[in-house]
């Protein structure tokens, strides 16, 4: 009875991976899917282009101060400001890049 037993388990391993890589590739061509759309619109909008790059900027103005707030407290190393300036560039390239672009007026 121990080898019946053996062989359901090993049979809904399998499943469960099969299950998974599906849900998995589903997720990930679904996620292409969105990012090509979102390319598109960016190509045609100049005002979601915009949006998108100060959006950007945000995200990583935001994650630089919380990381410099954390090393002024002790909480990470020092060594955790090199990536500060390559941060600090890609937010000035953003910002830049998006007060470069011409929205029309409605």
Do not use: H
Not at 22 to 31: I, P
Not at 66 to 92: D, F, K, Q, S
């Amino acid at each position: 009875m121990v080898v019946g037993e053996a062989r359901v388990s090993n049979l809904w391993k399998f499943v469960i991976a099969v299950v998974a890589v599906f849900t998995v590739s589903a997720e990930l061509g679904w996620q292409a899917l969105r990012i090509a759309k979102s390319a598109e619109r960016s190509i045609s909008d100049p005002r979601y282009r915009r949006r998108r790059l100060i959006y950007l900027a945000a995200v990583y103005g935001v994650g630089t101060v919380l990381g410099v707030i954390e090393v002024i407290r002790g909480e990470l190393p020092g060594l955790a400001m090199i990536g500060v300036a390559i941060t600090l560039l890609l937010v000035c390239w953003s910002l830049r890049t998006a007060i470069k672009i011409k929205v029309p007026p409605q």
